[in-house]
């Protein structure tokens, strides 16, 4: 017999692609990667998935993303595979350096909104999307997450 999967609320703000993992609780949800793309929020879900096996957590992930302008929740990859894996019968090709500059933008661009997120700034309009993308431009990683802890603090939620 298959288990229902608890209801997930959808996430505030203008559809984007998020995923949501629900607690330890088993009741709240939290937002565990966000951007308007679809990959790396793929990618996001895998390593936090095997992270909290590692753990011995139970994972339980939900995904929205944007559908005819709205919001709409797609079946969640399968948490048992996470990230795509290469094929076994081809040796790992290390990332070219413009892919790997470019996602790395997109890890630090969802660090940035995750803590704008817990900040309580969900509403983000033109001007404060391109401040954001030129923080995650011009700024590194660790700078990134500094500024991400302090909204986060900001918000009330450390």
Same mark, same amino acid.
């Given at each position: 017999?298959?288990?229902?999967?608890?209801?997930?609320?959808?996430?505030?703000?203008?559809?984007?692609?998020?995923?949501?993992?629900?607690?330890?609780?088993?009741?709240?949800?939290?937002?565990?990667?966000?951007?308007?793309?679809?990959?790396?929020?793929?990618?996001?879900?895998?390593?936090?998935?095997?992270? #909290?096996? &590692?753990?011995? @957590?139970?994972?339980?992930?939900?995904?929205? /993303? +944007? %559908?005819?302008?709205?919001?709409?929740?797609?079946?969640?990859?399968?948490?048992?595979?996470?990230?795509?894996?290469?094929?076994?019968?081809?040796?790992?090709?290390?990332?070219?350096?413009?892919?790997?500059?470019?996602?790395?933008?997109?890890?630090?661009?969802?660090? #940035?909104? &995750?803590?704008? @997120?817990?900040?309580?700034?969900?509403?983000? /309009? +033109? %001007?404060?999307?391109?401040?954001?993308?030129v923080l995650a431009d011009r700024l590194d990683e660790p700078t990134v997450r500094r500024v991400a802890h302090w909204l986060a603090t900001a918000g009330g939620r450390p």
């Amino acid at each position: 017999m298959q288990k229902q999967r608890p209801r997930c609320p959808r996430p505030p703000g203008e559809p984007r692609w998020v995923a949501m993992f629900r607690g330890p609780d088993g009741v709240t949800w939290t937002v565990g990667a966000q951007s308007p793309y679809r990959e790396p929020v793929l990618y996001a879900v895998g390593d936090m998935t095997r992270t #909290l096996r &590692a753990r011995g @957590d139970e994972v339980t992930v939900a995904l929205w /993303g +944007p %559908e005819n302008g709205a919001w709409h929740l797609f079946d969640a990859p399968s948490a048992a595979t996470g990230a795509p894996a290469p094929e076994p019968s081809a040796p790992p090709v290390p990332p070219e350096p413009a892919r790997l500059a470019e996602r790395m933008t997109d890890r630090r661009h969802q660090v #940035l909104l &995750a803590g704008l @997120d817990r900040a309580g700034l969900y509403d983000l /309009g +033109p %001007e404060d999307a391109e401040a954001v993308r030129v923080l995650a431009d011009r700024l590194d990683e660790p700078t990134v997450r500094r500024v991400a802890h302090w909204l986060a603090t900001a918000g009330g939620r450390p």
